[in-house]
């Protein structure tokens, strides 16, 4: 395995670390001021800050970072990409900053990889623009999403239409301002074989019959300006057109949309874990309680060498994961895949509450970013499949190999 950057990617490090820390994270707390606080999403406005910093990145060659196609992105392995993941993951703003958040990022690789050239034209080239954002409604309340061949809400052609309907619920993106089209999965032919039922659908958001329901809290914070919201779709009509791929090749979609957002979201949680730890080391060195600093007190000292040794366990399978998805492909990686869904969130959740708990009461305000990187790294853990789906498939995939290797099948 090689996780060497080539010069190309070393360059892009240093410049995205440069622009973090003399753009982005000076921008924090102005960023937060100029949000409207309010639980409904039609009074958010995209704060002017955050347009201001997209385009100093975009005029700096920092835009569209995660695409590995040169010509709309920076032609970055995935495993290059991920130390920018990285580092876009020392705050929940910063990844926009660079046109590279998700759920943007994963539906401009479905139009990339699967987008006709009408659709890409349509949608593709003002996503890529950072122009408009979109969301990817394909969880539903009343069944256990993690399994995308659960899906009830349907997609069924009609002449040359497909009707939409059905409830779909943390929608994320679906609540920003400039929020124009919707990736649906539906099923269309319940009677096809159970991985070619559903489809994937365009919708605009402006399309009659599309209603935004509510934004959804995760633990009592709205995630302004992006929200996730709970939409129905009530005899929604779109052009034929707007079927992405084809016809029952909605799970297809969403396998390979996964595999490079599992990455990005597991170095992210990383780099959160790393602007914990940094924070951490700083208030235990200035802090005095009892005579003596934090860091002199206690276990502290332990605590910080348990989330360095985590952190570097965590990035190093992370990036084997990405290092095989550019060698050997995303079916090949799916254990890899799996095991990093799982560690990477839950290192950065304990080492986010070791720095919470390291700066007492002021940890849980916005006064630093690791009330709002918790709350990300938690969800995380069931954003894209829970943590016992993944452990289902490292146990399936282990299985597998511990009885070829007994010979038995």
């Not at 919707?182 to 019959?209: C, N, Q, W």
Request: net charge neutral.
């Amino acid at each position: 395995m090689d996780f060497g950057y080539s010069p190309r990617a070393k360059e892009y490090i240093e410049r995205v670390k440069a622009f973090m820390r003399d753009h982005v994270i000076p921008a924090e707390e102005a960023y937060h001021a100029q949000m409207s606080g309010s639980p409904d999403w039609r009074q958010w406005r995209q704060p002017a800050l955050m347009e201001d910093l997209k385009a100093k990145a975009k005029a700096a060659g920092l835009w569209n970072l995660f695409l590995p196609d040169p010509h709309h992105g920076a032609g970055l392995k995935v495993v290059e990409y991920a130390a920018l993941a990285e580092l876009m993951g020392y705050n929940t703003m910063a990844a926009e900053v660079f046109n590279c958040n998700a759920p943007d990022t994963g539906n401009m690789e479905v139009l990339h990889m699967y987008g006709s050239p009408a659709q890409q034209d349509r949608w593709l080239k003002p996503l890529l623009a950072g122009e408009i954002r979109s969301a990817f409604c394909m969880t539903e309340p009343d069944v256990a999403s993690s399994d995308a061949t659960n899906m009830e809400a349907t997609a069924v052609p009609d002449g040359d239409e497909v009707v939409v309907n059905g409830r779909k619920w943390f929608s994320s993106g679906i609540g920003h301002p400039n929020c124009k089209i919707l990736i649906f999965m539906g099923l269309t032919d319940p009677t096809a074989e159970r991985h070619k039922r559903h489809s994937m659908i365009l919708v605009p958001l402006d399309t009659p019959g599309v209603k935004i329901e509510r934004m959804l809290p995760a633990f009592g914070v709205y995630d302004e300006p992006f929200g996730h919201g709970e939409v129905t779709f009530d005899q929604v009509r779109v052009p034929k057109e707007n079927i992405i791929a084809g016809l029952g090749r909605g799970f297809e979609i969403a396998q390979g949309r996964l595999g490079p957002g599992r990455i990005h979201h597991c170095m992210r949680a990383i780099g959160g874990a790393e602007r914990a730890l940094a924070l951490m080391c700083e208030r235990g060195d200035k802090r005095v309680a009892f005579g003596k600093t934090l860091n002199q007190l206690g276990g502290n000292v332990d605590v910080i060498a348990n989330a360095r040794m985590a952190i570097e366990q965590a990035r190093l399978l992370t990036l084997k994961a990405a290092w095989m998805m550019d060698t050997v492909g995303v079916k090949a990686a799916m254990s890899e895949i799996s095991q990093i869904k799982v560690v990477a969130p839950n290192m950065a959740q304990v080492v986010l509450d070791a720095a919470i708990q390291m700066h007492g009461a002021q940890g849980v305000t916005l006064d630093t970013p690791l009330s709002t990187l918790a709350a990300y790294v938690r969800t995380v853990r069931l954003a894209d499949g829970p943590d016992e789906v993944h452990r289902k498939v490292v146990a399936k995939f282990e299985l597998a190999r511990q009885r070829a290797a007994r010979g038995e099948a």
